[in-house]
């Protein structure tokens, strides 16, 4: 009896916490019967395996019931500064935070991480000291539970196979509660990564090719540096207590430049890799399905074509340079594949000034300098930034540092929006220092820049009503002459348009 009440209770309380996951699902007695039979499997599966480590059944339920707890906290947690909320391949992303902890744990939040360290240590010491073992581990109901699991395991993966979905996280995790989507989404993620390969060839708009060309030096052909700069979009849109020369390089590289605008791009405030993968391969996410998410770790080991294959097929070196750990993502891993032929990493900047916790904008501009005049072949520079990277709300500001940025004093809880003007005004920086460079070369170049998504600085959002998407792009060359009108453009057209004006693909 005490098994079924400990149980049930579990079950109870999991059904309690689900109206508190954002976005909200549907009440249970609204939902399809599959996800509730998903859900009722999931419960079944936690329970029963902490009865086989601890034999104690309340002690058991709690653990399950603080299991789900996590994920809610997690949840809402990605939702708030994402507008995300779970999904399968976040756990293959979260273990990163083993090793790169800033970049993740802060966005939980000191006073949730606190109540998680306490209910764990209480669930812990009161479920050993006031519950005694109810049973041997080697006695039949050991077997019995083992093979409760083993069941149910097996059940809620065929289940969750089975169950229909959208590939829209919003829609799913509302109808199917996200418990079950999660589920789900995990459970049919390989089967639509084996349909995947041949539809990406068939809709890429790049082609591949398996013959290295990379020691061909062909004249003519442009050297090409795309800049992907971290959190990067014009905030002036914001406010117009907002300074114009925050951004005075970013301006006068408008009027120059070939094309530029709003830039539509499939990530807020991080999935960085989602906006860097668009545009090197420029597949929408409705192609990839579920792969969209983390494209890196699910596409790893397919034949990709991309900006890089076309690239390599017309003898161009391809370099990838980001200060940070080339690991993360799995970069490393999946640039190789895509044909980048060196990747520039945190360990060349060991030594380079940081701006806050990260390299600066104007270090990773100088190794680009460095790089394209140490190389004769017409090259292609991927740079990724992180300065403006988060979180802000970590890092200080001078109690008059304002004044560089407004025309009047903010608000307060408006701390954050210094901090990213203040980076932001150093990527204008870097835009001025690559300028000049490029316009004293002799070689041809095209040098584009764009935002991979907002900043997550959600209550600066909040604060002012503002919930766009998109960030900022231009495309210049030392070769055409500017004055074109904004255009709006999807990341994922982007390399198309620079490799046109590089006469590697036809217009």
Known sequence: MAY???????????????????PRPFLFFKRRKQPLLILLLLVTCLFS????????PYFSASLAVLGFFVVLMVNNAKFKTLREPLVFSDFFLYQQAIKHPRLYLPFLGVIPLIILILLVGLIASAGFYFEAADYSVFSGIT?????????????LKRLSEKVVITNDVIEDSRCLGILAALCSYGAQAAEQRSKLESTIKAKSPYSITSKSTA????????????????????????????????LTEYDKCLLESVCHGRLKVPAWGANTMRTEFAFLTGLEPQTLGLAQF????QLLNMMIPSVVSELKAKGYWCVCIHPN????????EFFKQLGFDEFVDADEFVDAKREGPYVSDLEVSEKIKLLLNETAQPCFVFAITMENHGPLHLESVA?????TYFRQEPKSGLTDLTVYLRHLKNADAMIKHQLAFHKERERDTVFGFYGDHVP?????????????????YFIWSNTHTGGKKSSEVSVESLGKKVLSLANVLAK
């Open 294 to 297: 983390y494209p890196y770790q």
């Open 4 to 22: 079924l009440f400990a149980f049930g209770s579990c079950l109870f309380l999991t059904l309690v916490l689900e109206c508190f996951f954002k």
């Open 399 to 403: 109690y008059d540092e304002w004044k």
């Open 456 to 472: 997550a600085i959600s209550p600066v959002f909040e604060a002012f009503d503002y919930d766009d998407p998109r960030s900022n």
């Open 325 to 332: 750990a080339a690991s993360f993502f799995m970069r490393d």
């Open 215 to 246: 020691l061909i030096s062909p004249l003519g052909l442009s050297d090409i540096v795309i800049v992907q700069s971290e959190s990067f979009f014009d905030a002036r849109i914001l406010t117009d207590t907002i300074k114009t020369d925050v």
């Open 49 to 56: 395996f902490a009865l086989v480590l601890t034999q104690r």
């Open 143 to 155: 077997v019995g539970v083992l093979l409760a699991f083993i069941t149910s395991v097996i059940s």
